[in-house]
């Protein structure tokens, strides 16, 4: 009877210190990809979502349409969505980040859109007696008192799409998820656990970077709550 191997990647260990250190090349570069993408994601989403809801917001017949085409592009599975999308992207990261801005618009859209409609008429008002015009009264005083909305749904939204990334790796832009997909087919342990590892650490980072963020733009909730 052979002894066990001392090597935790011999052994093909779930916990492997050897695979940090002789990977870290790897993992920084699936990190650095999955960031990348991921921010770039919600940074198209929430460039499109803004005037969609303002939009929806200022026009009551454009807030059906709206609402209803993101909720069904939020329906259509993610495997489904890259292959509608892949005529036009091929095999590239770009086909993964137009998925993403796409699942994002209904998280963002919703959160603006509650956001504006929760602004009182009386602030409005007061605002138009001021001499505020519509643009102005959109970014002095609407977009600002809908931020706790907005920032709830790009939270949610940037979480999701950290974890919408991983499915990339079946064109091979999957940051962490290329990893999660190659280690699976070989049943690399260390290598699935420390990705997957890898991309909670990243939801729970950005979660609380946005929160902390939230708090130094809206402090009057701060006020409220206590």
Request: aromatic share 6%; proline share 5%; hydrophobic share 55%.
């Amino acid at each position: 009877m052979t002894a066990p191997p001392d090597d935790c990647l011999a052994r093909n260990d779930w916990i492997c210190g050897e695979y940090l250190t002789s990977r870290r090349e790897i993992l920084w570069d699936a990190v650095v990809q999955h960031l990348q993408l991921t921010v770039v994601s919600v940074l198209i989403g929430l460039l499109l979502a803004v005037p969609l809801a303002v939009a929806a917001r200022r026009w009551r017949w454009a807030a059906g349409p709206v609402l209803g085409l993101t909720t069904v592009l939020y329906t259509i599975p993610s495997l489904a969505m890259f292959s509608l999308l892949l005529p036009v992207y091929g095999l590239s990261a770009s086909l993964v980040i137009a998925g993403l801005v796409l699942y994002s618009l209904t998280l963002l859209v919703r959160n603006i859109l509650a956001g504006l409609r929760s602004v009182p008429e009386e602030t409005r008002q007061a605002a138009r007696g001021m001499g505020y015009g519509p643009i102005r009264m959109l970014f002095a005083v609407e977009l600002p008192l809908s931020l706790p909305a907005a920032m709830a749904g790009l939270r949610i939204a940037t979480v999701s799409a950290v974890s919408l990334v991983t499915v990339g790796a079946i064109v091979g832009h999957g940051g962490l998820g290329n990893l999660i997909y190659t280690g699976m087919n070989t049943y690399f342990k260390a290598q699935v656990l420390t990705a997957s590892v890898l991309c909670v650490v990243i939801a729970i980072a950005a979660d609380l970077l946005l929160l902390g963020v939230q708090r130094l733009l809206t402090p009057w909730t701060r006020a409220v709550q206590s």
